[in-house]
C-alpha cells in the first residue's frame, strides 16, 4: 500500500490475572488491529483484506455498533453527537481483532474518538459476551486526555465472565495509540481488585506482505481466541469457581458514564 495511512495493527499479549476467590493467570500472544474507520475503503485495495466482504482478513460493520449494516463511522458519530460530545469530522479509530476466515469473537472493542485538532475526546468500551449481548460504555476525557495515559472508571452492566459476579466496577489505564498501545482493566468489587486485564502491543504497518507474516505467526486467531475463552472457563470450574445468575440484558445499548464513573444517561 503506497498511501500513507492511519490503520495499523499491534503485535503483542493478552494476559488475565484473577486475584480470588481462586487464583488463575493466562498469557496469549495476539495482533490486534487499529482500524481508522475513514480508511475501511482504502484498505480494501490490500489483497488479503476486504470491507463487509470475505476474505482471509475482513471488517464486517455488523460485527459492531448496533449489529446493523449501517456504516460504523456513521453510527459512533451519531452516538456521539446524541451525547453532546463534539468532534466534528476528527477520526475514530476502532481497535478491535478482524475477521479471519469470515470469524470473530471481539470481547471488547475500543473506539478512540479524536477531534478535528486530534484530541482524544471520547473513548466508546465496546463489551460483547459469549451469550450475544453487547454493551457499550462512552466515556469522555478529561484534561488529562494530553498525557501519556488516560485513567476512567464505570460501573459494570454487562454479565460477561460466568464466573464474575455484576457488583464490581471497572478502573480503565489506557496508553492511546502510538508506537505503542496498552489498554488495562481492573475489575473490582467490594472487598477489592478481583481481576486485572490488559493488552499491550507493538505498532506495525499493515501491508500484503505484512498479512500474510501476521497469518502465519497467529493462524486462526479469532478462532483461537474463543477456545481460549471457554478453555480458562473450563479451568476456573475446575478450580471450584461457583457459575454466577446471568440477569437479563440491559434494554439499551450504550451508557454515557461522568468523569467521576457514574453512569449519567442510558440510551436506547
Not at 472493542?109 to 475526546?121: A, G, H, I, P, R
Not at 450475544?132 to 485513567?151: C, F, K, W
Not at 475489575?187 to 477489592?192: L, M
Not at 502465519?216 to 473450563?234: C, D, F, N, Q, S
Request: proline residues 5%; contains cysteine.
Amino acid at each position: 500500500m503506497s498511501a500513507q495511512i492511519n490503520s495499523c495493527f499491534y503485535r503483542g499479549e493478552v494476559m488475565h490475572h484473577r486475584m480470588r476467590p481462586h487464583k488463575h493467570r493466562f498469557i496469549y500472544k495476539v495482533a490486534s488491529w487499529l482500524i481508522d474507520l475513514d480508511e475501511v475503503d482504502t484498505l480494501n485495495s490490500l489483497k488479503l483484506f476486504s470491507h463487509n466482504r470475505f476474505n482471509l482478513f475482513s471488517f464486517h460493520d455488523r460485527d459492531h455498533g448496533d449489529g446493523s449494516d449501517t456504516p460504523l463511522k456513521e453510527q459512533i458519530r451519531s452516538i456521539l453527537q446524541s451525547h453532546d460530545i463534539n468532534t466534528g469530522k476528527g477520526s475514530i479509530m476502532l481497535l478491535c481483532y478482524p475477521r479471519i476466515f469470515g470469524y470473530v469473537f471481539n470481547p471488547l472493542s475500543v473506539f478512540y474518538c479524536y477531534d478535528e485538532q486530534k484530541t482524544l475526546q471520547a473513548i466508546l468500551y465496546e463489551v460483547s459476551n459469549t451469550f450475544g449481548q453487547r454493551h457499550s460504555y462512552l466515556i469522555p476525557t478529561d484534561e488529562n486526555a494530553t498525557s501519556r495515559i488516560v485513567r476512567q472508571n464505570c460501573r459494570k452492566l454487562l454479565y460477561v465472565s460466568p464466573f464474575m459476579p455484576m457488583e464490581t466496577d471497572y478502573s480503565f489505564r489506557m496508553q492511546p495509540p502510538g508506537n505503542r498501545i496498552a489498554v488495562c482493566i481492573r475489575q473490582s468489587g467490594d472487598e477489592g481488585p478481583v481481576l486485572d486485564a490488559t493488552f499491550t502491543g507493538i505498532r506495525h504497518e499493515i501491508s500484503n506482505s505484512a498479512l500474510v507474516r501476521s497469518f502465519l505467526r497467529y493462524p486462526l486467531m479469532t478462532l483461537k481466541v474463543i477456545a481460549g475463552i471457554h478453555w480458562e472457563a473450563l479451568r476456573l470450574w475446575r478450580k471450584g469457581m461457583r457459575l454466577q445468575p446471568r440477569p437479563d440484558a440491559p434494554t439499551y445499548s450504550v451508557s454515557l458514564v461522568s468523569g467521576k464513573g457514574v453512569t449519567v444517561h442510558e440510551a436506547i
